[in-house]
């Protein structure tokens, strides 16, 4: 390739370079879980006094060096450091680009490129389940990259479609917020309204809903290896609600019933989480739109369904109340099992909740649904964006596609 030079990857990439912090100081803190396969950013959760672990600078890449956790894709560029430094999980390595030899945008998706993911999941190291891939891995990785000034006309195009899907993320989290905030003021902290309203009662959710189990799929044809049809499971929901695009689990039969296929905006909560806080469970989730693909509905994910034929005028007022503090409390108290945390359709339909008058109910679906109907959109777009990235992001950093610089 005319202006591409081979160099070791040590060559042209700092691994987990020296930071100099101060004992019993507070800095900004990443874990793991900070990191999310599709997002090319990460933000500390927290900060902490240092100990021991990473260390790293504003825009370093973080690159998880653990099983699972590289499979997963939990490879990101660290953002919004308190004084630009902090420290983190000590299963990270640390990359950066050299001075007038890489760009830092650049090695950040280099890192994520099948050259380096694939060559650093080859090389894992230890026992079975707590594998790593060691830092000297990468003296032996040898890769061909373009000029500075191509390097960098590479990463500004990738970046343009990463920073419209990041915008479109915090779009949808602002419109989501927003739905909360209206739902607080007409119905958790308005005492006025409910005065009102001698039809507003309190009842249970069984009262206007029911929840489907899924289906008993079978454990042989689940599969890691991508097919037409993706099974929905409790890894499919974001802590806090929503569908957590991610932990894909894929069915390789066309052997189970029909009335177990998710249609575009069902309703949808879980009913196990595989953490012993529970931290997704009883959340919901509407199911999105996925393009080609069938969406099953796997036995411990509950399709909710509405009693009454108006579903339209409650739809967006439960997913707000299962995502409130209290129903929170309520499922996590009333769950079951140690290890893995289960509720079930029972549990979930016996909460009690207020059931505000329909007249109400079609009013504040008035202003609400025009924010959801804008999430689904930005979630399409962030769909399509994500497809095209991740099409041209091989194709960039192999050469077979060239940027004119």
Not at 276 to 295: N, S
Not at 372 to 385: A, G, H, P, Y
Request: charged share 30%; net charge neutral; with cysteine.
């Amino acid at each position: 390739m005319s202006g591409w030079k081979e160099y070791k990857f040590s060559e042209v990439v700092e691994i987990s370079p020296t930071i100099s912090l101060k004992s019993n100081e507070k800095y900004s803190f990443v874990e793991m879980k900070d990191l999310t396969d599709g997002k090319r950013y990460c933000h500390p959760s927290e900060e902490r006094k240092l100990s021991g672990g990473s260390r790293f600078q504003e825009k370093d890449t973080l690159f998880a060096r653990i099983t699972p956790c590289l499979e997963n894709g939990k490879i990101c560029q660290v953002r919004n450091l308190k004084n630009g430094i902090g420290f983190g999980s000590t299963e990270f390595l640390v990359f950066r680009g050299k001075e007038n030899l890489s760009d830092n945008d650049f090695i950040f998706y280099l890192s994520r490129s099948d050259i380096v993911r694939s060559y650093a999941e080859q090389s894992f190291d230890g026992t079975s389940g707590r594998q790593r891939v060691p830092k000297s891995t990468f003296e032996n990785l040898t890769i061909a990259i373009p000029s500075l000034s191509e390097q960098r006309a590479i990463a500004a195009i990738l970046s343009s479609l990463d920073d419209k899907i990041d915008l479109l993320h915090r779009q949808n989290k602002t419109l989501e917020a927003m739905a909360e905030t209206l739902f607080r003021q007409w119905f958790v902290n308005n005492d006025e309204l409910r005065m009102q309203n001698d039809e507003w009662k309190i009842g249970k959710l069984g009262d206007i809903i029911k929840i489907k189990h899924g289906y008993a799929f079978k454990g042989e044809n689940i599969t890691a290896e991508e097919t037409d049809k993706i099974l929905v499971t409790p890894g499919n929901f974001n802590i806090g609600g929503g569908f957590k695009y991610d932990k894909f689990k894929y069915y390789s039969s066309n052997d189970f019933p029909d009335d177990y296929i998710f249609t575009e905006g069902d309703l949808i909560v879980t009913m196990t989480d595989l953490s012993k806080e529970g931290d997704t469970l009883g959340y919901p989730a509407f199911v999105p739109y996925m393009e080609q693909k069938i969406l099953l509905h796997n036995q411990r994910v509950g399709k909710i369904i509405f009693k009454t034929e108006n579903d339209k005028i409650f739809k967006h007022y439960i997913y707000l109340i299962m995502k409130t503090d209290i129903y929170r409390a309520y499922i996590l108290g009333s769950s079951s099992g140690t290890s893995i945390m289960h509720s079930s359709p029972d549990r979930i339909c016996n909460y009690d909740l207020l059931l505000p008058d329909e007249t109400d109910l079609l009013k504040f679906n008035g202003f609400v649904e025009s924010y959801f109907q804008k999430i689904q959109i930005n979630t399409k777009q962030i769909r399509t964006l994500e497809k095209l990235r991740d099409t041209l992001l091989p194709k960039l950093m192999s050469g077979e596609v060239r940027v004119a610089v």
